[in-house]
């Protein structure tokens, strides 16, 4: 490996919105992120959806197909 050609690294503080902590090495000292392994919903098990704009129920509205119509 050539010298002087990598950056520095830290042992880095990773902060999520939940108020997990979890130390890890990084080019940065403290990283801050929205969601962890503590809080996703695939780690956890629990769904959470979040949508303030209806925007789900607009795709659903958008692409759902009635039964009627699902003659050929």
Do not use: W
């Not at 490996?1 to 130390?23: N, Q, Y």
């Not at 795709?59 to 119509?69: A, E, M, T, V």
Request: aromatic letters at 10%; hydrophobic letters at 30%.
């Amino acid at each position: 490996m050539k010298k002087e050609i990598h950056p520095e690294t830290f042992i880095a503080k990773v902060v999520c919105a939940c108020g997990a902590e979890f130390l890890t090495r990084s080019t940065k000292k403290i990283i801050k992120v929205e969601i962890c392994s503590q809080c996703h919903p695939f780690f956890t098990g629990k769904q959470k959806f979040i949508d303030t704009a209806g925007r789900v129920e607009k795709f659903q509205r958008k692409y759902s197909i009635p039964p009627d119509n699902n003659k050929k």
